[in-house]
Nanobody, 124 residues
Framework: VQLQASGGGLVQPGGSLRLSCVAT??????????IGWFRQGPGKEREGIAV????????LYVDSVKGRFTISRDNAKNTVWLQMNSLKAEDTAVYYC????????????????WGQGTQVTVSS
C-alpha cells in the first residue's frame, strides 16, 4: 500500500493550495485508517497539523492552522484533501500524509503508512 501526496507549490502569502493524498495498493482498507497531514519546515521537527477520523466525520486541527485549513476525505475515492487558505510564510514546509489504524492524534510515531511528501512554499 502507498500514500501519494500531491498539490504543493509556490504561493504568495494569503493564497490558497489544495493538497491531495491518494491511497493505492492492495491489502489496505482505507476507511479503517485515520489519515493525518504532517509537515516539516526547514530545521524543524515533523509536526502533525490535521487529522481526520476513518469515517470522515471528525476532523482535528492544531491551533496554528485552525480556521485556515480544512481536512476532508472521500473513502470511495481513497482520497484525503487538505484545503489551505490564508497561507503564511511560516506554513512553508514539506507536507506529508500518513495513515494510522489504531490512533487518532498528531503523534508521528503512531502513524505507520507514509506518503513521500509535497513541498509547499509561501513567499512573495
Amino acid at each position: 500500500v502507498q500514500l501519494q501526496a500531491s498539490g504543493g507549490g509556490l504561493v504568495q502569502p494569503g493564497g490558497s493550495l489544495r493538497l491531495s493524498c491518494v491511497a493505492t495498493g492492495s491489502g489496505f482498507t482505507f476507511d479503517d485508517y485515520a489519515i493525518g497531514w504532517f509537515r516539516q519546515g526547514p530545521g524543524k521537527e515533523r509536526e502533525g497539523i490535521a487529522v481526520i477520523s476513518p469515517s470522515g466525520n471528525i476532523p482535528l486541527y492544531v491551533d496554528s492552522v485552525k480556521g485556515r485549513f480544512t481536512i476532508s476525505r472521500d473513502n470511495a475515492k481513497n482520497t484525503v484533501w487538505l484545503q489551505m487558505n490564508s497561507l503564511k510564510a511560516e506554513d512553508t514546509a514539506v507536507y506529508y500524509c500518513a495513515g494510522a489504524d489504531s490512533a487518532f492524534n498528531f503523534e508521528v510515531e503512531d502513524y505507520d503508512i507514509w506518503g513521500q511528501g509535497t513541498q509547499v512554499t509561501v513567499s512573495s
